[in-house]
């Protein structure tokens, strides 16, 4: 494990690493999960991990797109309103039923919407364009082969690419796999997350705090960030600052995880716990980045289980997730597109950071006559989580400035719409 100095000097970018190569050491040591084959209703927002291939044509038969009559074209040869030529009607073909008539010449079948063209018919005259008596059909119309008929293999033929390899399934994916008969695709299933806080001063939301106690926010908003990813989040609790427990709790997990997150306990402080647990084991690496917040972060792998510490400030959180958790859960989830859209808006207002560091400023994002403007949420310090909850992106100030002035571009990782 590589050592990098201490730094007392939380502007200052010495001894840092940059958050491009934090990003790129962690993806490197993501591979996507290994593929199963899933039924479709929990396949759902999963990507494929193998081709779906059709095994038949989609219609698998001729059916009619109108309510009205199965009929030989050249038996209308001619007929209109001024004009009409009469058929006489010798059956029904009916929804979800093999037609039992075949149309000969001078006949014709009423037919439903959907409902397979019988033997014999090459056309099928809308309902509206006709009138009976009896089983006498007057037509008033002179159709062409082929008209209002759904033919075989119109959607997809046998052999083709249903859903490829690399796409995520969503509402058409389903219902085109569900036609074709692919109830259990063979994807990249949704990671499993055991997420746990640690320390001391923790209790649950539903307790109230003593002087000195601190209700668990980064639980849950860690969970909300991977369900909103598409992982499936398993809450572990809070545990002390003891190694055992913390240690404990980790292990008796790791059959049921694909990956773990916890918060707190990654930084130098005596009672830093996830360090002290897993620092001289090899297994995570923990490391100083310069950006603000979320300056303190440890990686590793326990067991071949990604493991993620941290730190314990909600706003640091949140971005450590957003900058390395979530791209690595993309990747597992066999993704292509890993990062957050972004755009490039301007600053209403002058942005300070800490020079040496990227600068993750909470902004509300809004597109207007002239783009998209970028307006600050308040603070920039890491313990201010409603900065983050009226905000819509985060404003990336680059290393080197200390103050981004309003009037300026910056580029904006948009984390949610403007209207959520």
């Excluded at 809070?238 to 995880?257: C, G, N, R, T, W």
């Excluded at 390395?324 to 990062?339: D, I």
Aim: proline letters at 9%; one cysteine or more.
């Amino acid at each position: 494990m590589a050592d990098h100095p201490t730094v007392h000097d939380h502007d200052s970018g010495e001894g840092l690493r940059p958050v491009d190569e934090v990003l790129e050491h962690v993806l490197s040591q993501i591979q996507p999960l290994a593929s199963l084959q899933l039924p479709l209703t929990e396949a759902y927002g999963c990507v494929m991990a193998e081709d779906a291939v059709a095994t038949h044509d989609l219609p698998a038969f001729a059916s009619s797109a109108m309510d009205g009559y199965a009929v030989r074209a050249a038996d209308l040869a001619g007929a209109s309103p001024s004009s009409p030529v009469e058929l006489k009607q010798v059956g029904n073909a009916m929804i979800g039923h093999r037609p039992e008539v075949v149309v000969g010449n001078g006949e014709a079948v009423q037919i439903a919407t959907g409902a397979p063209v019988p033997a014999g018919a090459d056309s099928i005259v809308p309902v509206e364009n006709t009138s009976a008596s009896g089983d006498l059909i007057s037509f008033l119309q002179e159709p062409e082969p082929g008209r209002h008929i759904r033919p075989v293999g119109e959607d997809v033929r046998e052999g083709d690419v249903l859903v490829a390899a690399g796409k995520r399934i969503g509402p058409p994916e389903m219902g085109l796999l569900a036609n074709a008969g692919h109830p259990q695709p063979i994807v990249h299933p949704r990671p499993r997350v055991i997420v746990l806080s640690t320390g001391d001063e923790l209790i649950p939301p539903t307790e109230h705090p003593e002087f000195g106690q601190v209700r668990d926010s980064n639980a849950y908003m860690i969970f909300g960030a991977l369900r909103d990813a598409g992982a499936l989040p398993m809450l572990a609790g809070i545990v002390p600052d003891d190694v055992d427990a913390l240690k404990e709790v980790v292990f008796s997990h790791l059959i049921q995880a694909d990956a773990f997150i916890s918060s707190g306990g990654v930084s130098v402080g005596e009672r830093d716990v996830v360090k002290a647990a897993f620092f001289r084991r090899g297994d995570v690496e923990f490391y100083k980045v310069a950006m603000q917040p979320g300056m303190p972060q440890g990686f590793g792998q326990i067991e071949g289980k990604p493991y993620w510490g941290l730190p314990g400030n909600p706003v640091s959180v949140f971005v450590s997730f957003e900058m390395f958790v979530r791209p690595a859960l993309m990747k597992m989830m066999g993704r292509t597109q890993l990062g957050r859209p972004e755009i490039t808006a301007t600053l209403a207002e002058d942005v300070e950071g800490p020079k040496g560091k990227m600068q993750y400023a909470r902004v509300v994002v809004r597109r207007g006559a002239d783009g998209w403007s970028a307006t600050p949420t308040g603070s920039r310090g890491s313990n201010l989580i409603s900065t983050v909850s009226r905000a819509n992106g985060l404003a990336m100030v680059p290393p080197g400035t200390a103050v981004a002035p309003a009037g300026s571009p910056v580029r904006v990782m948009l984390f949610r719409s403007s209207d959520d």
